[in-house]
């Protein structure tokens, strides 16, 4: 291979690795905004969890009174 075949082959690699460096980028952005979102539902869970261990739910029944006959 002459020197300029050498060269150009060394220039493709280059642009190749560029390439994969972009990628690896976009995929590092899309990965942060899966993890923030894993854990604000976790934050949104704890909140859950704590307030329902502050604040135990009685034996009531939840449901509203039974309606009186309206004539």
């Given at each position: 291979m002459s020197l300029y075949g050498e060269a150009i082959a060394a220039m493709r690699r280059?642009?190749?690795v560029d390439d994969r460096v972009t990628q690896l980028a976009e995929q590092n952005r899309d990965l942060t905004?899966?993890?923030?979102e894993i854990r604000d539902?976790?934050?949104?869970?704890?909140?859950?969890?704590?307030?329902?261990?502050i604040?135990?739910?009685?034996?009531?029944s939840r449901r509203l009174p039974p309606r009186g006959k309206t004539d």
């Open positions: 280059i642009v190749l905004v899966v993890v923030q539902r976790v934050s949104r869970l704890e909140g859950m969890i704590a307030g329902m261990t604040s135990p739910v009685s034996n009531r």
